[in-house]
């Protein structure tokens, strides 16, 4: 399961709590230097776990609670809620509505795996019964057409590029154009992979979203990302209206703290997780079961409600 | 005044007590600059009792004495053992009437096909002959890409596009690049997650059947605590999963993405560091120019500054 190793040392600290004859200052603060240990190994940036620490030890006081039960429990529920919050923006992500052209334009890193997700996601609303189409606005990597191309062909989702235009805003104007006119209900735009030290490249990403006017923007990021997580999708989130956020590669053995750092950057919600190369590896995503998840916690009435 | 004092433990052996707090700064802060965790533990523990029982120079901090002795490890850890020189090689290879092979391996995404077509630009910069071949026949467009910068490069192209063994369209490629007489075969692979059993077992063949000169693993200057794994498990399994008796395991680092990540420059630590092979080279953007080779002294630099 993704962040499985967190999960257990997190639980693993907080079954040590539970089992501890009393609790006070220093149990707490050995449960929360293990839970940083964990976080930092899981790539959750430095800054955010510190201040997880801080927000856990002043939820928690310790002179208003009488007995050892409600220790555990405020604690438990502290730390919950942080993890919460780290996983959850409190945004609401955009949904598509019907009967109208809904354009959704993606952004990201280099080889965070946008072209691959943008055919996921098409084919995810494809299956629901929506009018998807794909358009390809990278004119800079070598052989993106041809793998947008070959991607949508797999599944069967209508596309949009060429192999000698060389501006991408153009083809993303042509193409949204072209697809609206069709009547499409979901019409994706892919577009090159950039960072935030080459301003260049933030300019055409801006120029793209005013020149097609996206309804959403995704930004991708891969699991496995350290600690410039946060730069770079604050950077993101600076330039263009991004508005959710899709993790890839959780196949793989990354603990996928980095990129949970991107939600807090971008303040944006994780709709959907990339778990394989293959079109239908990808599920939607829920904070809250995630963390209920990560705890080992099946039943969290008792801790949200205590 | 007070700190000032404090801070001063002259004339005095250094113990644990005195050394913990400055080491768990530094290790705070490599762990900021991207250095794995468990690799920022082990330097930070070695460190600490390279120093216990050192006697403190009069007038030197504490600080300052684990800074730099932080500062040699890194140093120690990020020089390589033996130097590489692919150049030499190519040569030796040559006199043997053979092409020298390079064959890039690494996860998903990280730059094997750009660094290999930056590679490519550096050799036939050296004069020297090369047939890329393409034995990613897996991802879309991975042929593709590699025919528009072997079109770019002008340099020929070995492919027979998707679906097929990657291991023997390697031996293929690497035949006929004796026949027409180049010096180096890159060879280009699919991206796989180091978890991927199947996935890996068709690179160690892949590897066993062509025996290259040189397997560099590719890595991007982003990936966290990851790094530790992917570098670990590929040779994990690149040693496990082979029949030879002596398995061939990864010679070399390429560290790409660099231009992505400030002064983060912490993973080549944690890569460098779980191998104990040298980064070969640095991909500092998406161009044939970008690719460089590492300087250790400027990256300790960024990693204490
Ligand atoms: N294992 C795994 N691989 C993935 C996943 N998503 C994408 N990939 C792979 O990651 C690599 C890069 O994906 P792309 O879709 O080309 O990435 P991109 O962001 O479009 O790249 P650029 O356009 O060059 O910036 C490819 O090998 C994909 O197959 C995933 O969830 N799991
Ligand atoms: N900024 C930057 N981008 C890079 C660098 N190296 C590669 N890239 C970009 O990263 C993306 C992925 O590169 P590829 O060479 O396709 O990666 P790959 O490892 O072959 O990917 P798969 O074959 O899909 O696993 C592309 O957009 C490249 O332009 C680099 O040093 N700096
Ligand atoms: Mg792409
Ligand atoms: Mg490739």
Redesign the interface.
Known sequence: MVLADLGKSITGALRKMTNSTTIDEAVLDDLLKEISRALLQADINVRQVTSLRNNVKAAVNFDEMASGLSRRRMIQKAVFDELLKMVDSGGKAYVPKKGKSNIIMFVGLQGSGKTTTCTKFAYHYQRKGWKVCLVCADTFRAGAFDQLRQNATKAKVPYYGSYTETDPVKLAIDGVEQFKAEGYEIIIVDTSGRHKQEEALFEEMKQVEQAVRPDDIVFVMDSSIGQTAFDQASAFKSQVSVGSVIITKLDGHAKGGGALSAVAATRSPIIFIGTGEHIQEFEPFVAKSFVQRLLGMGDVSGLVSA | MLSFVTSIVSGKDLSEDDVRPALGKLK?QL????V???IADKICDSVCSSLISKRLESFTSVQSVVKSAIEDALTRILTPKQSVDILAEIKIAREQGRPYVIVFCG?????K?TTL?KVAYWLTQNNLQVLIAACDT????????????AR?LDIPLYEKGYGKDAASIAKDAIRHGAEIGADVVLVDTAGR????EPLMRALVKLVNVNKPDKILFVG?A??????V??LS?FNRLLGDLSTLPSPRLIDGIVLT?F????D?V??AVSMVYTTGQPIVFVGVG?TYMDLKRCNVKSLVKALLK
């Open positions: 705070e762990m900021t600059k991207n794995a965790r468990d996860v998903n995404g990280v730059g096909s077509s897996f991802r879309s467009g991975a042929v593709e890409q590699l025919r528009v910068h770019n997650m180091q978890g991927n991007e982003l990936v966290g605590n990851d790094a794994d992917q498990e993405k231009d992505t990540i400030d983060k912490g993973a998406q």
